[in-house]
């Protein structure tokens, strides 16, 4: 039951994916980089050329709904005149399950979800961490082959989302289909996934396993996500933590491989450290990231619009070529 | 409106308290002259009872049939792209906009006696639908289906397609999508597009009288009734007048949250 997929959507989407049953995919990427795109033309919702081969057929043959495919939404979707329990069991019905059996599966997985007593709720008067749970339930109890959530934790609070990444990553492993798990996030990559599949520009900028992407990220919005610096020199990219650059007022003295120049952008609390982000000047123009201790930023004066010095240790440096497309 | 911005000048003032007196003399007269003690009899008179019963019926009877043939095309030009849906689009509005005497002369056109399709019908059958009830509630449905089919379009469009999209993940055909979700999200738009449809027919008076005339009892409704005795006997035509005034209040009220609610107020 494994999924090899082809996806092409003119000006917006052109990637490859394959997945093994059981596994969960995060797509991750920036804004606009086509991941919604991507689980939404494996879902039917936008045209696609290609294929997508899933346990021997091509879902881009099928309507949406033959396609058996589980859909959560960034914003959930869930019909607003129904319960809970109607919601999660408009799918079994749809596919032709008595009302009954409908309602009695519905409520397993509001069951298993955590949420059974709010069964006879509307989507209205659920909180948002009890609304994206029936989403959740709902995609879950048509027994899809393939489950895609696009961004399920977005516009959650901190604190639900992570109760609700924990509860999922367990549903997650509990799952013999496979899952493409949209996210901004890199935790919900690092926690939940087997596999990462990265996208930028509508293609797929990197793939692998999460430790792989973690420490060898293949772009700057990765490298970000996973709170490295990444810089490229030709074929080769460089990575670096924020806590092994050195920030300096005037030029240091030393080897000039690892030094920029630039005028500080922004400087705020990220733990018990200042994190100051810095664009540089010259040769290479990026914005990178030092975590320095609050003594230090305030001896330095840091404060946005300064000019400083940035340097770090080559043997702190991860060096790697550029992981092919 | 805020005073700080100063006091709004005479020149326009002037005109907008004119629009109003426009809008406002003909219905104070209205009230004012109509035969109150009268009321009573001329209520009681069967002629004017047939009038108002065949005005409710034939509306109700129009309204419905604007139901099932005008929420199917609403759907279909809500959500359902295919060539040439401006072009239908387009024809649905026209009678929107055509006078109703028009309207009346194009369904005579159609439907007479010598019409496009009532000339075969008569020839084979010897029936023709012209001057029945029957084209009373055509000439309704004409005239109100716009109406309908605009309103319910606007609400599908606000309930918006991602629903939809959301029920074919499910394994909803776009039939149960339908009749599970489209139907009950929309139900308040459908309803108001009823009751507006409903309103229009029960006014309706030019395509009416030229399709389907003026026979007491068959086709005379309240609008044709008034036009006929307005003349002769004008506490009745006045009485009626008042009745329809009151029919129109009542659906402003009804429908004031999506109008004076949407389009008059300010939030």
């Known amino acids: ?325 | 409106m805020s005073d700080t911005l100063g006091r709004p000048p005479a020149r326009l003032l002037l005109p907008a308290g004119l629009a109003t007196l426009v809008l406002l003399v003909p219905l104070v007269a209205l009230v004012a002259r109509s035969p109150w003690s009268r009321i009573p009899d001329v209520l009681g008179d069967p002629v004017v009872q047939d009038a108002l019963w065949l005005s409710l019926v034939t509306a109700t009877v129009a309204m419905l049939i604007c139901l099932v043939l005008g929420l199917p095309l609403a759907w279909l030009l809500a959500r359902v792209e295919f060539p040439g849906r401006r072009l239908l689009r387009a024809i649905v509005i026209v009678p929107l906009v055509l006078p109703p005497v028009v309207a009346g002369v194009a369904l005579v056109s159609a439907f007479g006696r010598t019409g496009l399709i009532g000339g075969p019908v008569h020839d084979a059958t010897g029936w023709t639908l012209a001057y029945t009830t029957s084209a009373v509630v055509l000439a309704h449905v004409f005239v109100s289906l716009p109406f309908v089919v605009i309103s319910i379009e606007g609400a599908l469009r606000s309930i918006g397609a991602a629903y939809d999209a959301a029920a074919a993940t499910l394994g909803a055909t776009r039939w149960t999508t339908f009749r599970r979700v489209t139907v009950p999200l929309a139900l308040p738009g459908i309803a108001a597009g009823m009751v507006l449809g409903w309103a229009r027919s029960i006014g309706e008076f030019g395509a009416t009288i030229t399709f389907a005339g003026n026979y007491p009892g068959t086709t005379q409704i309240m609008p044709s009734f008034i036009y006929q005795k307005l003349a002769s006997d004008p506490d009745a035509a006045l009485t009626l007048s008042v009745l329809l005034l009151g029919v129109s209040i009542g659906v402003l009220l009804l429908l004031r949250d999506r109008w004076l609610g949407t389009m008059g107020g300010t939030p």
């Open chain 1, 1 to 325: 039951m494994t999924l090899e997929a082809v996806l092409r959507v003119p000006g917006r989407l052109d990637v490859a994916v394959r997945a093994e049953p059981g596994t969960v995919v995060a797509v991750i990427g920036p804004n606009g980089a086509g991941k919604s795109t991507l689980v939404k033309a494996l879902a039917g919702l936008v045209a696609a050329t290609g294929h997508a081969r899933l346990d021997g057929t091509d879902l881009l043959e099928l309507d949406a709904r033959d396609r058996r495919v589980g859909m959560v939404f960034q914003d959930r979707l869930l019909f607003p005149h129904l319960s809970a329990r109607a919601n999660v069991a408009f799918g079994p019905r749809a596919r032709g399950v008595r009302r009954s059996e409908a309602e009695a599966r519905a409520d397993t997985w509001l069951e298993r979800l955590g949420i059974g007593e709010l069964a006879g709720r509307k989507p209205g008067e659920l909180s948002g961490g009890q609304a994206q749970r029936v989403s959740i339930a709902r995609a879950l109890a048509t027994e899809p082959r393939l489950l895609l959530l696009d961004e399920p934790m977005a516009g959650l609070d901190v604190g639900v989302a992570t109760a609700l990444r924990i509860e999922l990553a367990a549903h997650l492993a509990a799952y013999d289909g496979i899952t493409l798990l949209v996210t901004h996030d890199a935790i919900d990559a690092l926690t939940m996934a087997q596999q990462v599949l990265v996208i930028d520009e509508g293609g797929v900028a990197q793939q692998g396993t999460p430790a792989e992407v973690a420490q060898r990220p293949a772009t700057e919005h990765v490298a970000r996500l996973v709170g490295l610096n990444v810089i490229r020199e030709g074929t080769e990219l460089r990575s670096f933590s924020p806590t092994a650059v050195t920030v300096d007022l005037q030029e240091p003295r030393g080897s000039a491989r690892n030094l920029w120049r630039g005028t500080v952008i922004s400087v705020n609390p990220h733990g018990a450290a200042v994190r100051v982000v810095v664009r540089t000047t010259g040769s290479v123009s990026a914005d990178l990231i030092a975590d320095v201790t609050p003594a230090a930023a305030t001896e330095l004066g840091l404060v946005p619009g300064r000019v400083v010095w940035l340097s770090v240790k080559e043997t702190s440096v991860n060096a790697y070529a550029v992981p092919g497309r």
